[in-house]
């Protein structure tokens, strides 16, 4: 038995903890349903350890290991507003933070509505871009601020390496004075200016590709792992800006989104 409310929801450790035994038993999935029954208060997880998932039939029956794991729900305070509502779309993308998954197929039984949640070749870009375009960058940036905030240039000429030439030297200087003149507030005003940046940048070029792919006239098209972007799965207006701004709450561990 596991607790669902929207203070207590106990479906993501349920979810990662049958992920986990069913890799250590079987091996690694490629494919994840998720079946929820309202009206016997039950939630079926369904495995593909082989086969693809066929995002066209989005029935249970594809599944290799159906029902692999099965338990019952119960809502905590149900009288609350919409405490009633379930929705596993939003903890199963949740789950993403933690681990990685597959595709997923998530179906509502009661009134035979089919969702995915999530897609494969849309997580690895999305991971790519987070990671590469944000994370990476940032992390550079933060390592300078770390590394020369509070030094004073005696300290800092400590640092010189015998093969640095006059011009290293001198940049070297010139950015331990730039980091060690400000303040604590004033850094993390210039992080959060990096980051905001660094967003607007990255949010730019996936518009860019909304606006210059998936027509007969795009000059520019992203495929991953052979299917084009334009043709995936994607939330909210279906695009990659969009999604660009999900992947940050998911993959990210720097803040959110910075406009």
């Known amino acids: 038995m596991i607790y669902l409310n929207a203070t207590k929801d106990e479906f993501c450790e349920f979810f990662i903890q049958s992920i986990k035994e069913f890799t250590k038993k079987e091996g ?125 240039l005696e300290e800092a000429k400590d640092e010189f390496r015998e093969h640095w030439n006059d011009e290293s030297r001198k940049e070297h200087l010139k950015t331990a004075s730039f980091f060690s003149s400000m303040n604590k507030t004033q850094v993390d005003f210039l992080n959060d200016y990096v980051l905001r940046i660094l967003d607007n940048a990255t949010f730019n070029v996936m518009r860019a590709l909304d606006e210059n792919t998936g027509n007969e006239d795009s000059q520019i098209n992203v495929d991953i792992n052979g299917v084009k972007a334009v043709e995936l799965n994607m939330i909210g207006n279906g695009n990659l800006s969009g999604e660009y701004l999900d992947w940050i709450d998911r993959f990210s561990k720097y803040k959110e989104f910075q406009t």
């Open 28 to 152: 690694k999935p490629i494919g994840i349903g998720v079946s929820l029954s309202i009206a016997s208060s039950q939630i079926s997880i369904h495995y593909n350890l082989k086969k693809e998932i066929n995002t066209e039939d989005k029935s249970i029956n594809q599944f290799e290991f159906i029902k692999y794991d099965i338990t019952k729900y119960k809502i905590v305070n149900p009288e609350v507003k919409g405490n009633n509502q379930i929705n596993l779309w939003k903890s199963i993308r949740k789950v993403t933070r933690i681990i990685e998954l597959p595709t997923v197929l998530y179906h509502l039984k009661d009134n035979n509505q089919f969702d995915i949640p999530i897609e494969t070749e849309l997580e690895i870009f999305g991971r790519a871009v987070v990671t590469h375009f944000r994370d990476h960058t940032m992390d550079y940036h933060t390592s300078y601020s770390e590394k020369y905030s509070n030094k004073s």
